[in-house]
């Protein structure tokens, strides 16, 4: 295989793939209210189906982007693929939450095990001038899933039925698997080091105490929860320092653009799904539209990023990336800062106004930061680099996720949603866009942090 013809290969199965996982994310989060009537979801339950798929991604993105550095990036993504076509399959007959709830878990294994390595392999397939309009192109897939999820998820959910969602995921999926499967080219730079399976551990089950502890906050316990989590990540750190191949080296946390940069990705892709999970709820409850409507209104953000985001790689290619990064930060935080006002009364135009503002900054931050902080590091860091960005933008998730279910827990309690509690649930959403106003306008300056001389 030629070097042009590789690379062209590696474009397109990463458009595939980062295609397929944002569309069902997207598509299933219009047809979470109808998934509540049809299986009997309270209103807390309702907030884990997103939540539970994120943490399971946060615990696996490390691990599996090391264990691509280790036994190669190409066999792990495959292998992720091949998982969450599965899983997808069988989503669509469920006939319990927590059967749904369950499968999700395995179709989150799959996901990370893509995302943690689909970054890596362009990164080592391309050169540091080339990779910032790769992953421009790459982000076209990803947010043409979050157009496609919220319009086709809207319009399926009225005309056939959300279980039709999941078919339609594992078509796509089978589709993938054998453009994928004709790739023969494989990277494992890291052959002759071990896994740190202590390490693992310790991160995984600290980020699930820490998670879990939202959901139980209004109870005694759920302090103690968020305490022994906090407790767990410093030993983790501890363990890391010490440990020889180490899960996550410590010493690339010294490098202040690898450090800042996962800062602000947690902070910006947090607030990003947390609010696409809040308007579903706003514009379906509080507005009474229905899911096409909805659907249409939700894919207004990533239209705007699958325009901008080309452009902003091909920038950070001639430009400082950081520059692109902090521009995005603050359109960012503009669009989140208008939508925190609005109210069952506000006009339309108004809240469709906030929310394109909104996916411009997302757009504009997405493939500078990508760029910045996975070329900052050696190569044979290259899979672990890009898996912790993965698995902080999928903290930053949990975490904005975490603060809906704790305001949901706190304003409605753990009932289904109904209008006797609309008013509560448009308290919560009110509230939880605010706090994360506040948390966005800190990654401004995060942004702005960077290593006077980058490794590329």
């Known amino acids: 295989m030629d070097n042009a013809d590789m690379k062209k290969k590696i474009i397109i199965a990463g458009l595939l793939a980062s295609f397929l996982t944002p569309f069902v994310r997207a598509s299933l989060n219009v047809a979470l209210p109808t998934i509540a009537v049809e299986l009997n979801m309270s209103a807390v339950f309702l907030t884990w189906l997103p939540t539970l798929y994120l943490l399971v991604n946060a615990i696996l993105y490390i691990p599996f982007g090391r264990l691509g550095d280790l036994y190669g ?130 991160l995984s089950t600290s980020l699930t105490t820490i998670i879990y502890s939202f959901s139980t906050f209004d109870q005694k316990y759920g302090l103690f ?73 939700i894919a207004l953000p990533s239209l705007s990023m699958i325009i901008v985001s080309p452009l902003a790689g091909r920038l950070a290619d001639r430009i400082e990336p950081t520059t692109l990064t902090t521009a995005g930060m603050i359109l960012t935080t503009i669009g989140l800062a208008i939508m925190a006002v609005i109210n069952k009364n506000t006009n339309l135009i108004v809240e469709i106004g906030s929310i394109l503002i909104f996916g411009c900054g997302i757009g504009l931050f997405y493939s500078p930061n990508t760029k910045a902080v996975v070329s900052s590091v050696e190569k044979r860091y290259f899979g672990v680099a890009n898996a912790t960005l993965s698995n902080m933008r999928s903290m930053g998730q949990i975490f904005g996720m975490g603060i809906a279910m704790l305001m949901i827990s706190l304003f409605i309690g753990n009932v289904e949603i109904s209008p006797a509690n609309y008013i509560e649930l448009s308290q919560s959403i009110r509230t939880t866009l605010i706090i994360l106003s506040l948390i966005c306008s800190i990654g401004i300056f995060t942004s702005l942090i960077k290593e006077n001389n980058q490794t590329t």
């Open 73 to 202: 990036r190409k066999r792990i993504f495959q292998y992720g693929l091949i998982i969450f076509t599965i899983s997808s399959f069988f989503s669509a007959f469920s006939i319990s939450g927590e059967m749904l709830l369950i499968i999700r878990i395995f179709q989150s294994i799959g996901n990370a095990m893509i995302f943690a390595n689909l970054y890596a392999i362009i990164t080592s397939a391309f050169p540091v001038n080339e990779r910032g309009g790769v992953f421009g192109v790459i982000s076209i897939g990803v947010f043409g899933g979050l157009i496609f999820g919220p319009v086709l998820g809207g319009l399926l959910t009225e005309l056939v039925g959300w279980r039709i969602l999941f078919a339609l995921d594992s078509l796509m999926g089978i589709v993938a698997a054998i453009v994928i499967s004709q790739f023969k080219y494989e990277w494992a730079e890291a052959t002759s080091e071990k896994f740190d399976i202590i390490g693992a551990i310790i």
């Open 225 to 297: 929860l968020a305490i022994a989590g906090i407790i767990g990540l410093s030993l983790f750190y501890q363990v890391e320092k010490r440990t020889e191949f180490p899960l996550i080296p410590m010493e690339l946390f010294n490098n202040k653009t690898f450090t800042f940069g996962n800062i602000t990705g947690l902070i910006n892709y947090g607030v990003f799904v947390t609010l696409t999970f809040l308007l579903n709820l706003y514009f379906q409850y509080i507005k009474g539209f229905d899911p096409f409507t909805t659907g249409l209104i």
